[in-house]
């Protein structure tokens, strides 16, 4: 369903430009400066809404706790 590493890549480099407009590390404009973990979710690209429902919940065991 798409190219996810490419999409997880731009988004992260995203991030990143943020952080550097902001001279602020990314820690910080997440909140999650004293935490120990970072809550992740799994990027999904546009699919047919049957196909994608189906998927998700084939899927909806895994360790997700939310999709983008």
């Not at 120990?36 to 049957?50: A, G, H, R």
């Given at each position: 369903?798409?190219?996810?590493?490419?999409?997880?890549?731009?988004?992260?480099?995203l991030w990143g430009i943020?952080?550097?407009?902001?001279?602020?590390?990314?820690?910080?404009?997440?909140?999650?400066?004293?935490?120990?973990?970072?809550?992740?979710?799994?990027?999904?690209?546009?699919?047919v809404p049957e196909k994608?429902?189906?998927?998700?919940?084939?899927?909806?065991?895994?360790?997700?706790?939310?999709?983008?």
């Amino acid at each position: 369903m798409g190219f996810n590493y490419a999409k997880e890549a731009i988004d992260i480099a995203l991030w990143g430009i943020i952080g550097k407009h902001y001279n602020t590390p990314l820690c910080e404009l997440l909140g999650i400066a004293e935490r120990d973990k970072l809550p992740s979710c799994y990027t999904i690209s546009i699919e047919v809404p049957e196909k994608l429902r189906a998927w998700l919940w084939q899927n909806k065991s895994k360790a997700m706790k939310g999709c983008k």
